[in-house]
């Protein structure tokens, strides 16, 4: 093959690549807004879910970053796959938008685009406007490249040997809608995999048999994107991601005996083949949600089977009634109790950061993550609901003990941040293939296991309001401040051996850091019980 041919597409599938990028892109800067309400407005009525998933992506031009929002939606729990499932049905029925664009052939236009586009972004003042000619500026250069692709190619068209090869993909329907997929997930576009078969077509190297199946199977490779985002995300999200898929490959096989069919009406309804092809894509998608979207039940039911299980979950509050608001007395009490679960997880987070620090495990990273957040929301919420408590009428003792109680709160969140920052510390350390010493580990494992003595203590202490177990932890805490500073001359004495390299040093020394700043909150919390200090 000519070596100008293969120059020839890669340039015109090059600019295609980068004009949809930038067409998507702009139009999502300049849409934000208008997404953020029409995504607010997903419910559980599926004709008006899939009519927004047209909309979304007709408008953003991508039915992948459809998928990837939906994706985020989910992940944050705003909404159920139930309602997203439909969304992702509507997204294939708009992403079909960019090949009827496709098939106008405004080729002879892409450069009066581009100069419009240019002139557009150079002279706006505003970034709203700037985002308008970079639209404009993308869909000349889609075109642009479009027209490249079928001027490269056009000289094949003569040639029998490489015409005979692509009309094989229509007569064999497997091997045409394996080569659309494929194409698709290396491409990460299903748009440019269109546009490919739009410009092979029209200069003759593809028939509407071969287009149709290799569009069948560009309906396939585009959800390997949704499939990708899905990895790492909650198990709600690798659903949606594989009902996704499903939702292409049932169209698929629905669609495969009826081809006689679309061969023979799409000819009657455009005689463009590249009209033909696009045509065929909306009815594809539009017949298959149609069929799909009373069955939205049934798959949700599908999914959960072969996708089992249940996501980690934040942890919500258990105790802070607000019928006990009137009573300061057994309103504090529930806050006592609320620490305590408060606690009770940050206990958990560092055990977790305990396991990843000897063995990393990026599992447990994302559990910590979700604990953290479950801590900092009930900081929130027992602060708050202190606020309440100190309105109404209350005893010297317990307007004393209030500020205590509020120390206490911060002082437990701090320690959810530190066990954090321990994980933290361990996935750089996982990363970047950086061990410990020996001596190293059985220090750090030393002090874990004092540290998880003192929470215990700790967590006694604030239950029971225990004095023996609140001065059993400054007893620890000593012991653990000693071990934190021989442990520093024995970290000198290992960097200046070489026994440790500096990078895991640096680690060592900042999870010591941690543990002590972590153990001090905790030993405020039990000062208080105490009332020494400024409690």
Same mark, same amino acid.
């Given at each position: ?11 015109? &599938? ?38 927004? @998933? ?38 294939? =029925? ?27 972004? %150079? ?16 869909? @000349?250069?889609?075109? %642009? ?32 809608? &394996?080569? @659309? ?5 290396? %491409?990460?576009?299903? $748009? ?18 071969? $287009? ?7 309906? *396939?490779?585009?959800?390997?994107? /949704? ?22 490959? *049932? ?17 009657? *309804? ?7 092809? /696009? ?9 298959? #949600? ?14 959960? +089977? ?46 977790? /950061? ?44 317990? #307007? ?13 969140? +701090? ?10 510390? /361990? ?25 998880? =003595?003192?929470?215990?203590?700790? $967590? ?11 001065? *059993? ?18 970290? %000198? $004495? ?38 020494? @200090?400024?409690?």
């Amino acid at each position: 093959m000519d070596f100008n041919v293969v120059l020839g597409v890669l340039g015109g &599938l090059g600019l295609f690549l980068f004009g949809i990028h930038l067409l998507s892109d702009s139009l999502k800067k300049l849409s934000l807004g208008l997404l953020k309400r029409l995504l607010e407005k997903i419910t559980s009525n599926r004709f008006k879910s899939a009519l927004l @998933g047209v909309a979304v992506t007709s408008i953003i031009q991508s039915s992948s970053a459809t998928s990837v929002l939906l994706i985020g939606f989910l992940n944050a729990g705003f909404i159920t796959l139930t309602a997203a499932l439909p969304v992702i049905f509507g997204a294939n =029925i708009g992403t079909t938008i960019t090949a009827q664009l496709i098939a106008f052939k405004l080729t002879k236009s892409a450069f009066a685009f581009i100069f419009v586009g240019v002139l557009l972004y %150079l002279f706006a003042k505003k970034n709203k406007n700037k985002n308008r000619g970079l639209a404009i500026l993308g869909f @000349g250069i889609l075109f %642009l490249g479009l027209a490249t692709m079928s001027s490269a190619v056009k000289p094949l068209a003569g040639n029998e040997a490489i015409t005979n090869l692509f009309l094989h993909f229509g007569k064999q329907p497997f091997l045409g809608i &394996l080569t @659309g997929l494929v194409v698709t997930v290396i %491409l990460q576009s299903s $748009s440019t995999t269109i546009g490919m078969v739009i410009a092979f077509a029209s200069v003759g190297l593809l028939d509407l048999p071969s $287009s149709i199946y290799l569009v069948l199977g560009e309906n *396939i490779g585009t959800c390997v994107t /949704a499939i990708i985002a899905s990895i790492g995300g909650k198990l709600v999200s690798r659903r949606l991601a594989l009902g996704h898929a499903l939702f292409n490959i *049932i169209g698929t096989l629905i669609a495969l005996p009826f081809v006689p069919l679309y061969l023979h009406y799409m000819p009657i *309804i455009s005689g463009d083949i590249a009209r033909q092809i /696009a045509n065929t894509h909306t009815i594809f998608n539009v017949v298959n #949600t149609i069929i799909m979207l009373p069955l939205v039940p049934l798959f949700v039911k599908v999914l959960n +089977k072969i996708v089992p299980g249940k996501d980690y979950e934040k942890v919500g509050g258990r105790f802070l009634d607000k019928n006990l608001l009137p009573t300061p007395a057994l309103a504090i009490d529930a806050v006592i109790k609320e620490l305590v679960v408060m606690l009770s997880i940050c206990q958990e987070m560092f055990k977790k /950061a305990r396991q990843c620090t000897l063995a990393y495990n990026h599992k447990l990273k994302n559990e910590v993550t979700i604990d953290e957040e479950s801590v900092d929301e009930m900081q929130k919420n027992i602060t708050e609901y202190i606020i309440e408590i100190t309105r109404g009428e209350l005893l010297d003792k317990q #307007t004393r003990l209030i500020p205590a109680v509020i120390h206490s709160v911060n002082d437990i969140e +701090k320690v959810g941040d530190y066990c954090e920052n321990i994980v933290s510390l /361990a996935q750089r350390a996982y990363e970047h293939d950086l061990l410990f010493s020996r001596e190293a580990a059985t220090e750090l494992e030393k002090l874990f296991d004092k540290t998880e =003595i003192l929470m215990r203590h700790t $967590s006694k202490a604030l239950t029971n309001n225990d004095q023996r177990s609140a001065s *059993i932890t400054l007893t620890i805490e000593r012991e653990i401040d000693e071990l934190i500073d021989r442990y520093k001359i024995n970290h %000198l $004495s290992r960097l200046e051996e070489g026994v440790c390299i500096s990078d895991s040093g640096l680690i060592f020394s900042d999870i010591l850091t941690d543990i002590e700043r972590l153990n001090n909150h905790l030993c405020n919390v039990t000062k208080g019980i105490l009332h020494q @200090g400024k409690r």
